[in-house]
């Protein structure tokens, strides 16, 4: 069988391999499509260097068609469309409070172990979750995103009538607004990318360019003076940070989706002024994999059009390259 | 009769004035104590000039006695002894999303409007608590402070059996540690300063001085490995800042109590890490007032003991000098 290893240096490698050995507790899956998430951008960029096992296949963002059923595996039966929650929960800490899905010892899939861009992958049968068959096996490969969303709009506390802030119109960005927008709220998004900004224009979406428009007064005209009852900071940067303390209105909600690897400069006194929070929210636990399944299925989300490009496996290493030069790109898949 | 003006650069004079006229709604107090609040500190330090309007009379943290009940006043008798909720709120903004102790258009009575530390003091009745009588007037003078208390703790969702921390132990650090114990957690204070300390455990709790040990070493050993489940920034400076994002376990809370003028640096990659939260508390609402009443009036608390000096109102601008050069003291009240 033929898989993709990262060979480091923003290099892939097509090899043919044999097929691993079945573990206990474990299901086989004859791969159909691997999304690129942008960490595996991260990963091609070297920059989890001392995470990955080079080589390593890597992928998380998957849809495939059960193979073959290991040991003691119980609920599930060859030819089973399904997707993969990457997460393997590892030794339980006392720090976890009980939450598995981001416990001190869990092992991303695809990160910490090997992914899915390979024609047959082996996974835990715990980290399945069923594909209708109105879902086709190409947006299966978009309900693990899709999924970060339900839980950033769940942790976020989104009811109808609200109004919500997205900043930064990436993938996941556009993906919380859509799931917020299917909540009821009324959703404003703030981009820098001028196809981008188009692209989520073209799909309902109140947008703004920070750059070109004040983003405060614009959020206050949106929101009839009122302001945002809750905020997303999705851009990573400290100008979204900086912004984002302006947006809520007294005992708004500000969810931290992006992943800030350098501390940055934060407005406490605007917390403490308005009695606003800040929610921190990571990954995604079960039920937000079913929502995200059920939105999907629902065809109620323009999840098709967010598809940028399907390419083939051997191809993987110029998509990428195409990634770092196309920042107006929404989801690319690989078609395995 | 007698009252203290503030007179700007760190002076105060008392003055013999005229009773002012009662307005309509309004409940004339003989003024019992008044409490010196960090606020009037800033005050005193000429911080807040702009917003004061010289010669001023300050102080909300109050008790006293019912005089005289102006026109359309109901609910109230002449000697009834109470504390005032210094909050007077404006015409209501969407902003406020309802809630009034935080409004845009509020008034802080003592700072936006004349204070209590003059002999008669004329307030709005809305603004009144009855104080038991098992609950000394000297006390009444602190409820204003345990209020602030209640509200942090009961926005922080404080439960028993948890495990809190609170970053600095001054009055209102050392309260809201008072108010959380008294819900059943588990309370450690970090403070650095060494008399504060002293007296901090001479009252049973866990202390830290985080510059003689390392604070997350010892909050994972107070916690057997758990780390907090909340965390209370009382300090207002960056040190606390960047160790309050160590401290919580995954889904913990972070409780903004101090008032940080400038902006922080922040760890905003541990909210996403461990999906933190942090929760702005200001002020208080009637609910913490009747909280902190009831709490002041069960002798539990040791709020007597938190008395360092109960001065004559003549003597303030000697205490307010004093408060600048004993970093240790606690409360500080003035008699009327």
Not at 115 to 140: A, C, I, R
Not at 203 to 214: M, S, Y
Request: hydrophobic share 45%; charged share 25%; aromatic share 8%.
């Amino acid at each position: 069988m033929n898989a993709l290893y990262y060979e480091g240096q923003r290099s892939f490698q097509i090899k043919e391999t044999e097929k691993s050995a079945l573990g206990k507790g474990e299901v086989r899956l004859k791969m159909a499509y691997v999304g690129v998430c942008g960490t595996d951008v991260h990963i091609y960029h070297g920059n989890m260097d001392t995470r990955i096992k080079i080589p390593q296949v890597i992928g998380h963002e998957v849809s495939g068609v059960v193979e073959e059923l290991g040991e003691d595996v119980t609920g599930w039966k060859i030819g089973d469309r399904v997707t993969v929650r990457p997460l393997y929960p590892g030794v339980e800490s006392p720090i976890d409070n009980g939450f598995k899905h981001i416990g001190q010892n869990l092992k991303f899939i695809g990160i910490d172990t090997p992914g899915g861009m390979q024609e047959y992958w082996n996974v835990p049968s715990f980290t399945l979750h069923h594909l209708p068959d109105n879902l086709s096996l190409k947006l299966g490969a978009m309900i693990e995103p899709l999924a970060v969303a339900c839980h950033d709009v769940r942790l976020g506390e989104v009811k109808s009538g609200e109004y919500a802030v997205v900043i930064g119109g990436g993938p996941i960005g556009l993906l919380i607004a859509l799931v917020a927008r299917q909540k009821g709220a009324n959703v404003l998004i703030s981009e820098v990318n001028k196809s981008r900004l188009a692209f989520i224009k073209s799909l309902g979406f109140e947008c703004v360019n920070p750059i070109e428009a004040d983003l405060v007064k614009s959020v206050a005209d949106f929101t009839k003076g009122a302001m945002a009852d809750v905020v997303f900071e999705v851009s990573g940067v400290q100008a979204g940070v900086s912004v984002m303390t302006d947006l809520p209105r007294v005992r708004g909600r500000i969810v931290m989706v992006a992943i800030h690897a350098e501390q940055k400069s934060v407005d406490l006194f605007r917390f403490f002024w308005r009695e606003i929070k800040l929610i921190g929210a990571r990954v995604y636990e079960p039920e937000d994999f079913e929502e995200a399944i059920e939105l999907a299925a629902s065809g109620n989300l323009p999840l098709e059009e967010m598809i940028t490009q399907v390419s083939l496996l051997a191809d993987a290493e110029e998509v990428f390259k195409t990634i770092d030069s196309n920042p107006a790109g929404m989801k690319y898949l690989l078609e395995i």
